[in-house]
């Protein structure tokens, strides 16, 4: 068991948190135990290096290891390689008016007149022991500032100390970073961070209860710095819900598929102020909480209230469906970087969530066809008066059909047989040649294999109707889906042709009585269909799937078979 730190020492006169309540010596750092080990050690066993490279997030206690560090060299009376935060010395660094230590700015202090200064300095004599040079966000240094600061580094005074803080350690010159010994700063776990602000609330007598500590946790991210000021924030507004946009009304909306309602929440954040990347940021932060509840709930940092209100929205949404708003949401944020109206990204991303059919990517395609799967157990009602329909329900054909999705008649209709026969090439097979059996048979053994990945998704759950000449009647479960026919339509087209050495008509329609028929015996194939170039344009070898599970597992484990 971790051995307990110590509550950080209050400076009188300082009111913000994280000022006040900073760590004075290595008993008091939280989170860094590895970095805390070799830094006091080293002290403590005068093997101190002339040059250091912190790096790590923002808020994890770089700059405040330096001070430490600078502390324990120069403490009057160390104790175990730790200062002891009283004497003349740790108060005066504490102050920030020591001469032993000197700390720069590198994003205001790169240039190389600037080094030089230092440079020159570092050779003059210190009242302490030790002269620390502390330089914190090094890497905005300029090349010309890195160069001349090199030679210093290499061959540094006996009494001098460099501690180089970043946050970018990748952007320090490589020649740098091979002459310092490099500590890595990691984020603070959530537990560390509660354990903290529990402590700093009885020391600082703050009456915030567990909610708040539990929400400035959560805002902190695992910095220790960002979250004792989102606890100051928190006290001074006296809400939670204020310091963040509330999402309630946008779950609400995605799960009742709802774009009305997704852009009137949007257009009410909006209006509070909120920017359009940070909601954006925000709400890919909640829902990562969403995803993280259904497959690892022990990973998720939600807690209590927020917590149940975040899994009851997961068991609304569905894993698949958190999955897709994740990466929608992502797309979104990337493409605002570029966007002059950043907050209509984010609405055309709501939009595409609640409307699939808007998105042509195979993600929507495979939720349009789980919904339809979903629906398979409901009963569908019978109307008492059956007006007549706009588009053919069920099995029975109308006299006059409208018309079919990839062959029209000279006035939008559907052909008649005798159109279709006369439309049929020289050469081409008869019609009587065609029997229907067989069509069904070739038709998902031979022309389904050739299409795309969304035609077999969506053709795994048709029926062949009828062959009246070349005119093939196919039904769809839905019509949702029978819609959706038209994107693949031409490529279905090229397949039939391939196949049948004829110009079949296809004529789409409804049959209801699928949803509730069992699932197709699944459909073995020895080996995969070399195919030379598909209907949709792509040279692939493709191998039919049943539905968009079976077509997930093909994609993931290529040459797998199910043994169970």
């Not at 090199?150 to 180089?164: A, D, G, M």
């Not at 310092?180 to 209860?209: M, N, W």
């Not at 708040?212 to 004792?228: K, M, P």
């Not at 927020?306 to 990337?334: F, K, M, N, P």
């Amino acid at each position: 068991m971790p051995e307990a730190k110590a509550t950080p020492t209050s400076l009188d006169g300082v009111t913000s948190l994280y000022r006040r309540f900073r760590p004075a010596r290595f008993a008091e750092l939280r989170g860094q135990d590895h970095v805390v080990r070799a830094l006091q050690g080293a002290v403590k066993n005068d093997r101190i290096s002339h040059a250091y490279l912190f790096s790590g997030p923002r808020g994890t206690g770089k700059t405040t290891a330096a001070r430490i560090l600078a502390k324990a060299l120069n403490c009057q009376h160390p104790v175990d390689g730790d200062a002891c935060a009283v004497c003349a010395s740790c108060l005066a660094i504490s102050k920030g008016s020591s001469l032993d230590v000197i700390e720069l700015d590198a994003a205001s202090n790169n240039g190389v007149d600037d080094i030089r200064d230092i440079i020159a300095g570092a050779w003059h004599g210190t009242p302490g022991s030790w002269k620390v040079y502390i330089f914190d966000e090094v890497h905005q240094l300029s090349k010309a500032a890195s160069a001349a600061l090199l030679k210093t580094l290499e061959e540094p005074p006996s009494h001098v100390v460099f501690v180089l803080a970043t946050t970018d350690p990748h952007k320090v010159l490589p020649t740098i970073r091979s002459r310092t010994q490099h500590l890595e700063f990691r984020l603070i776990s959530a537990d560390t961070l509660a354990t903290l602000l529990h402590d700093v609330k009885g020391a600082a007598g703050l009456g915030a209860d567990d909610a708040t500590i539990e929400a400035a946790v959560r805002l902190g991210r695992g910095s220790a710095r960002d979250a004792l000021s989102a606890l100051d924030q928190l006290l001074a507004t006296g809400s939670i819900s204020e310091t963040q946009p509330e999402f309630d009304g946008l779950f609400h909306a995605l799960v009742h598929d709802d774009a009305v309602e997704a852009l009137r929440a949007l257009a009410v954040l909006a209006r509070e102020g909120w920017d359009p990347e940070q909601l954006a940021e925000n709400f890919a932060g909640e829902v990562r909480q969403v995803f993280l509840l259904q497959v690892a709930p022990d990973v998720a940092d939600a807690v209590d209230a927020d917590r149940e209100r975040l899994v009851a929205w997961g068991e609304q949404l569905g894993l698949a469906r958190s999955v897709r708003i994740l990466e929608t949401v992502g797309r979104a944020i990337r493409e605002m970087k570029s966007a002059p109206e950043k907050i209509v990204m984010l609405e055309v991303a709501m939009v595409r969530l609640t409307k699939p059919e808007l998105d042509s990517s195979y993600e929507s395609l495979d939720e349009r066809l789980t919904r339809v799967e979903r629906g398979a157990g409901r009963a569908v009602p019978t109307p008492t008066e059956t007006p007549p329909p706009l588009r053919p329900i069920g099995t029975t054909r109308p006299p006059a059909p409208p018309k079919p999705v990839a062959t029209l008649g000279a006035n939008g209709e559907a052909p008649s047989k005798d159109a279709t026969k006369a439309a049929a090439p020289s050469g081409s097979s008869n019609a009587a040649d065609l029997a229907l059996d067989d069509v069904r048979d070739r038709f998902f053994e031979r022309v389904v294999p050739r299409t795309s990945r969304s035609a077999q998704l969506l053709l795994g759950s048709a029926k062949i109707e009828s062959l009246d000449g070349l005119l093939l009647t196919i039904a769809v479960p839905s019509e949702e889906m029978r819609q959706n026919t038209e994107i693949i339509a031409q490529g279905l087209k090229g397949a039939l042709e391939h196949e049948f050495k004829s110009p079949l008509t296809i004529y789409w329609t409804v049959d209801a009585s699928l949803l509730d028929a069992p699932p197709p015996a699944r459909r073995t194939v020895s080996a995969i269909v070399p195919v030379e170039e598909d209907f949709e344009g792509n040279e692939e070898s493709v191998l039919v799937v049943d539905s968009a599970a079976d077509h997930l597992i093909t994609e993931m484990f290529p040459g797998a078979k199910e043994i169970s």
